[in-house]
């Protein structure tokens, strides 16, 4: 996934389908700079992740 993309994701009100390593994620916040997104897991919305936005997924 691209940054720009992955932040109207992250704004929308909408829930899209993201997947990180097949698992779906919801997208929290995402940093430009460093080009990686804060998530959470939909199983585990507790546990929350900084990955490389170029490894999540839309589909």
Same mark, same amino acid.
């Given at each position: 996934m691209?940054?720009t993309?992955a #932040? #109207?994701?992250?704004q929308s009100p909408?829930?899209?389908? +993201? ?5 779906? /994620?919801?997208?929290? *916040? +995402?940093? /430009? ?5 804060t998530i *959470?897991?939909? !199983?585990?919305?507790?546990? #929350?992740?900084? +990955?490389?936005? !170029? #490894?999540?997924?839309? *589909?």
């Open positions: 691209n940054i993309r #932040q #109207q994701i992250a909408d829930m899209k389908n +993201v997947t990180y390593n097949g698992k779906a /994620v919801y997208i929290e *916040h +995402v940093d /430009v700079q460093t080009e990686m997104a *959470h897991f939909l !199983s585990n919305p507790e546990k #929350q992740q900084r +990955v490389p936005i !170029s #490894q999540l997924e839309e *589909h």
